[in-house]
């Protein structure tokens, strides 16, 4: 099944339910917010139950797209965080329910106007999810343009655990990161463990990277991306943000797939870059 949807201030999306799995994805930003495996106990994908599903108000929770760039635009600090893309109406260009019992959404955004007034380089962006045992996610970015440009892209992934302070990491050992909290560099010597604040750009990522929760594995492989962010608001921030359920940050934990900071990404006139993510759990 795949049916678009409105809730009752009119916001759209589309639900897709087959034999593998159910998914809910937001027009606005292609915004995959609900994604659960029928043979699952939860959803895998975080929400917070205090998200906002408004036009221009990013979606807490699920995998927000940032584009073109990531946290605050260094030289613009008060235009959105993490880009324009996640609070911008996407196009539904293909869909399909597939013989092998997946189903495939595209969605498209091309720069407007409103874009090309804050970020001056013409674009498109495509956005196959398909939805299946696993959850995979194929961000192919264009330049439209005769210049150049540079990104700093990811999928913002929020993944749904059941004690963020229980969770363990496989695949971050021994690798330097940036800690946005002190703007420092480190070294992951120590096992990775969230009992604060975490708010980390490791580098040079490698695959897979494996969540280990107490009842389940969250395996990402990702292609074309070298940075994964990790971030949890743990108790202030969560406390400073109205869209977070006060006590939200004990079940989600970002790990975000994608190019930032040193690993950002110039894409040559006519020249396409692609992101890609799939996430399996067992
Ligand atoms: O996850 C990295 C990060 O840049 C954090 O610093 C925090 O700001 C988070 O993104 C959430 O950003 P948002 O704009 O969605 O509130």
Redesign the pocket.
């Known amino acids: 099944m795949i049916e678009k949807k409105r809730l009752t201030n009119g916001f759209e999306y589309i639900e897709i339910e087959n034999s593998y799995a159910k998914a809910k994805i937001a027009l606005q930003g292609a915004h995959l917010f609900y994604y659960k495996n029928n043979a699952s106990s939860s959803p895998l994908m975080w929400t917070s139950n205090s998200t906002f599903f408004e036009e221009g108000k990013?979606i807490?929770g699920g995998v927000?797209i940032c584009f073109p760039w990531?946290?605050k635009l260094k030289e613009k600090p008060e235009l959105p965080?993490?880009g324009f893309a996640r609070v911008s109406p996407w196009e539904v260009v293909a869909q399909e329910e597939k013989e092998d019992g997946s189903t495939v959404v595209r969605l498209e955004l091309i720069n407007n106007k409103k874009h090309f007034s804050v970020w001056g380089y013409l674009f498109k962006l495509q956005l196959e999810i398909v939805v299946a045992k696993s959850l995979e996610m194929r961000l192919m970015i264009e330049n439209l343009d005769v210049k150049s440009f540079e990104i700093s892209t990811a999928f913002?992934s929020y993944f749904s655990v059941s004690d963020v302070t229980r969770v363990e990491i496989k695949g971050l050992e021994n690798r330097r990161y940036y800690d946005?909290l002190d703007g420092k560099l480190y070294e992951q010597k120590m096992k990775f463990q969230v009992d604060k604040e975490i708010?980390r750009v490791y580098f040079n990522s490698k695959n897979p990277l494996d969540l280990m929760d107490t009842h389940r594995t969250i395996t990402l492989t990702s292609k074309g991306s070298n940075s994964l962010?990790v971030?949890n608001?743990w108790v202030e921030k969560s406390h400073q943000?109205k869209d977070m359920c006060d006590d939200g940050y004990k079940n989600m934990l970002?790990l975000?797939t994608g190019n930032v900071m040193e690993d950002r990404v110039i894409v040559e006139p006519k020249k396409k870059h692609l992101l890609e993510l799939m996430v399996q759990e067992h």
């Open positions: 990013a807490r927000p990531f946290g965080q993490h913002h946005a708010d962010v971030w608001p943000m970002c975000e």
